[in-house]
C-alpha cells in the first residue's frame, strides 16, 4: 500500500466498548454501540520494536537477497496481525517493502529503495513495553525463490524503479504486496495482495500454493500456481487500493475488503464513491460465494475536517 515506515514500528493494544459484531468489524467505527456510551476504541497500551537492520533480517531469511538495505530498518509488520493464541503473541505480515514517489519530469516514479526485500510473515511478542521477533517465514515460489514485493504487469502496475527514480526495474509476475493475514486450522495461512488484486494460500512455512486472480488478469510467467477465480469486476481497482482485509469465519470462510471503491463506471465515479466491496470466498469451493456491497460514512465524519472522499478506506476487517 503506502510506503514503510523506516523508523520503530509501535503495535497498539485497543478496545472497544462493547460493540456488538454480527460478522465483521471495520476498524474506526464512529457510531455509538447500542447500551453503551461510546463505540470508539481506545488504546491502553503502547509496545515499540527495536531497531532491526533490514538486510541483516531479510538476509537471515534468504542469504543474498538483499545487497544494500540504505540503512533502511524492519517496519511495516503492521499491514495486519492476527492472534496465534498465546497471550502477548500474533502472527503479523509486511507489506511489499519500502517503497516511495520521486516526481520525474512532472509525473511520480514508484521507487523500491530496497528490491531485493521478500515480504515475509512475522510472529511477535508484546510484552509490557516491548515487542520482540520470535519467528518470521519469508514468501517463496514453488521453486524457493523470493516472491519480491515488485510490481507485477507493465501497464496494469506501476512502474518499477531504483531508489532514485532513475533507473527502471524488472517487473516480478511473482511479487506480492501483502496486506492482510489469517491462520488456517492446518496452520497454513491466507493472505491477501494489493497487486492483483489477489487471495494467497501460503504453507506453514511460506511457499506460495496458490494465488487467486479476477478472471481476465492474464498473469504469466508467476513461479506459482495462477487460478482466476475472483470476480472480473475486480480488474478495476485504483492503483494500491486492492485488497486490503481479510478475516477468517468461524466455519472456514474468508471475507476479503477491497479497500476502496473501484474505478467504475470511470476514475472520477470511484474517487466520488462512498461504497466498496466485501467478498465471502469458500476454501472448499475455491471460489467467492457472496458479495456485499460496504457503505462508507461521509468522509467528514470518519474525519473532521476533511473533504476528500478518495480518502476512505478500508484497513483490515475481523471476525
Known sequence: MSPHATGRRRVHRSVAAGVPLAVLAVLAATAPAV??????????GTATLGDIPLGAFSNALLPGTVADDRGVDLGGIGSDIYPTGRKGEFWTVTDRGPNGQIKVGGSKRRTFPVPGFDPAI????????????????????????PVTGLSNQEGRDEAPYSYDASTPLAYNPDGLDTEGIVRAKDGSFWLVDEYGPSLVHVSARGKVLTRYVPEGLNLAGADYPVVEALPAILLHRKNNRGFEGLALL???????????????????????SRTTRLLRFSPKQKAVTAEY?????????VDPGEDDTSELKISSVVA
Do not use: H, M
Open 122 to 145: 512475522v510472529k511477535i511478542r508484546v510484552s509490557g513495553d516491548a515487542v520482540r521477533v520470535v519467528d518470521a517465514i519469508p514468501l517463496t515460489t514453488s521453486s524457493g525463490k
Open 250 to 272: 468461524p466455519g472456514g470462510d474468508l471475507v476479503l475488503a477491497v479497500q476502496s471503491p473501484l474505478s467504475l463506471p470511470d476514475p472520477d465515479a470511484g474517487e466520488a
Open 293 to 301: 456491497a460496504y457503505r462508507f460514512d461521509p468522509v467528514n465524519v
Open 35 to 44: 447500551g453503551t456510551s461510546s463505540g470508539e476504541a481506545r488504546v491502553i
